[in-house]
Each structure stands twice: as C-alpha cells, then as structure tokens.
C-alpha cells in the first residue's frame, strides 16, 4: 500500500471509529459506517462455509467481544480496500475540467459545488494568478454535523492521470470539526495566465456542512487567501416501515414482512446504489447461523425470491446483499424500494438477534437502522 493509502486508511478509521460501534457486522454487505462509509463486500467473493461458531476463540467469546471483534475487522478491512481503490487505484474517468475561477486581481481563488452528497466526489478547484515557487496550497476545512477526518481531498495530477490524495492534518481532538489539507506546488502563473488545480471532495459520514478557506505560500515569503466557500453536505432520504420496536419471531412460524426504501432527494445522480441486510445473535452457547433465518424479497416480476445469508468469517453473524430494485443511477427524486419478509427456522436457538439494513453507494454507505427482534419458542 502506498504512503497515500495508508494516510487515507488512517484518516477514514479515526472518522468512523465512533459511529461504526452501533452497527455490528454491517461492512459485510455495503460497509460498516453508521449513515458514512465502507466497501461492499461481493457474497461469492472470500465467503466462509462453515458456520462462525466453530472458529476458535469466537464460538466462546461472549457477545460483546464477538460484535467488538466483527466492528473492527469490518473497518479496517472495508476502509483499506476502499482507500486503496480510491488514493492508489487508476484515474476513474477522463481528465476534470480544471475552471478558471475568481478575477484577475487575485492572487488565489476556490470554487467548490453547492451541494456536497454523502459517498460522492464532488469537483472543486484552486486558481492561481501568481508565481510560486517551491510553495504550498492550504485548504483549511470546518465541517458541521460531521468530523473533518470522514472527509477526503484529492487533486488530479494531468502528468500521472491520477487522483491524489492531499496531506491532511488535523486541528486537535478538541476540535474533530476542523482540519487541514495541504499539496506542495510550483507554477509561474501570472494575471494574464492562470494556473489551475482540479480538485475533489468527499464526505463518507453524516451530513451537515462544510466551508473551506483557501490559502496559497508562494515559497517568497508571502501568503495569500481566498474568500471561503460552502457547500450543504445531504444525502438520499431512507426510511424502513413495517418492523416496529419489541418485533418477535417464532421458530418455524410465520414470516415478517417489511419494506426498505430510498428516494433520492439529492441533486445528484446515485450510482451504483446497492442494500443490504446483517444478522447477530447468540446465547446458551449458541450462535444463529444463516440456516436459522430465511430470507427473502419481492423483486418485480420474480415473485419473492430467496436471498442468500453468508456467515461472516469467524464472527457469529452474518449479512446477504440485496438484489437492486431500481435503475441505475438512482436519479433526482427517483425511488428504490427493496420489500423483505424474515422468517425463523426450528431450529434456530431461542435469542435475541441484532440485525438491520444498510444503504450505499459503490463503496461507501450512507445509511444504516438496527433491526432487532426476538427468537421465541411459541
């Protein structure tokens, strides 16, 4: 992994560290963040078979230890992978259009979209009308409603075709709404030969807002700044109905039915929309395994269909990923609903399951709800 990476690994941990504990398990799908971000999972890719409560140490670890174990690797497995696509993979599209931007009496301008959706990139960029030398760019960023560490800069370099991602430092922990990102830079620009940088941004947490200053040190000795932009940070509008509090199921009783739905109340197109669903329970010394639990959903024109729970490696639970119900991408004020019914096994142990849904977009997730019932004999 390269040093980029790892800085990008290590800033995408300490932004969700906090958030990720509600959700167990919930990276084996569509990722692990709480309404923020992780890697997809494929089902067919690396799945175990054998059931999680013969894997050591985990079939006797109490329930605490077994969600704090599945929370952990979850973040750290699904945020590697998704650094590494993001800060070491190839450039995703053609070359960004780097705008000219601000007038020619400054030294430095910023332009940044209005709106910023949770999980995708978002173009912004830096104009400069001065020469630097050996110099340095500085975005310093407050966010609102999130951590500065869930928000990733990159910068698109035209000689590697790559996105990059910018040094970031935080302010300090008494401060998690700010933080800084730099890029060292050399141009002889000038008020009649504007140099620019393409930029781009992303949260992967929660939404709220964002505004960043813009400064430049052109390497003589002097700094100038830009006026600060905004942007309003939002995401698709996500509601579950029909699993009210204190849900029961009976062990080879009737199923439960209940509906998952996603309406993009963005601006912006939603690629690569996919859901998923996540499972936990244990107790008496036995952990509920995907036979315990059937799964399934209405796809239109299919019926109800049966969908496939995947043990989660050697952490008793387990996760299955949705089949997509709209198109793609999920356009402005388009709607994805995804109907599920759950039903127990005989088999299954009496317990109570942690369990719930997780929405997301390519590699990051930006929604999640705990599903909870109970496993009753009767």
């Not at 110099?135 to 790559?162: C, E, N, W």
């Not at 932009?229 to 995401?235: E, G, K, L």
């Not at 239109?300 to 496939?308: K, M, S, T």
């Amino acid at each position: 992994m390269t040093r980029t990476a790892r800085r990008s690994v290590g800033a995408r941990r300490a932004a969700v560290g906090t958030t990720v504990a509600a959700a167990a398990g919930l990276a084996l799908v569509v990722g692990a963040a709480a309404p923020g971000q992780a890697t997809p999972v494929q089902t067919a890719a690396g799945a175990r078979t054998t059931s999680a409560a013969s894997c050591g140490a985990a079939a006797t670890a109490t329930k605490s230890d077994a969600v704090t174990a599945t929370k952990a690797r979850a973040v750290t497995a699904t945020k590697a992978d998704a650094a590494r696509r993001v800060s070491a993979g190839p450039a995703e599209a053609a070359a960004p259009v780097a705008g000219v931007t601000g007038s020619a009496a400054d030294k430095i301008s910023y332009r940044l979209a209005s709106e910023a959706p949770v999980g995708l990139w978002t173009s912004s960029g830096v104009t400069l009308r001065t020469p630097v030398s050996r110099g340095t760019v500085r975005l310093d960023v407050t966010t609102h409603g999130f951590s500065a560490a869930s928000l990733m800069i990159q910068r698109y370099v035209p000689k590697t075709h790559r996105w990059v991602d910018l040094d970031q430092r935080p302010v300090g922990s008494d401060h998690p709404e700010k933080g800084t990102f730099t890029f060292p830079i050399s141009v002889a620009a000038s008020a009649g030969h504007p140099a620019t940088v393409a930029l781009r941004l992303q949260d992967i947490d929660r939404p709220g807002r964002l505004t960043v200053a813009a400064s430049v040190n052109d390497g003589h000795g002097h700094t100038y700044r830009a006026p600060a932009r905004s942007a309003v940070v939002d995401r698709p509008t996500t509601t579950v109905t029909g699993w009210p509090r204190g849900t029961a199921l009976v062990r080879g009783g009737a199923a439960k039915e209940f509906t998952l739905t996603v309406k993009n109340t963005t601006r912006r197109n939603y690629p690569a929309l996919n859901a998923g669903y996540f499972a936990y329970g244990q107790g008496n010394g036995r952990a509920v395994e995907p036979k315990d639990l059937v799964l399934q959903q209405y796809v239109p024109g299919r019926g109800w269909q049966h969908v496939p729970l995947v043990p989660s490696g050697c952490d008793p639970g387990m996760s299955a990923q949705l089949v997509p119900t709209a198109k793609s991408p999920l356009a402005p004020g388009a709607t994805a609903v995804y109907r599920l019914r759950l039903a127990v096994a005989g088999s299954a142990p009496v317990v109570n399951v942690d369990a719930g849904v997780t929405v997301g977009t390519g590699d990051t997730s930006f929604f999640y709800r705990t599903l909870p019932f109970a496993i009753r004999a009767q």
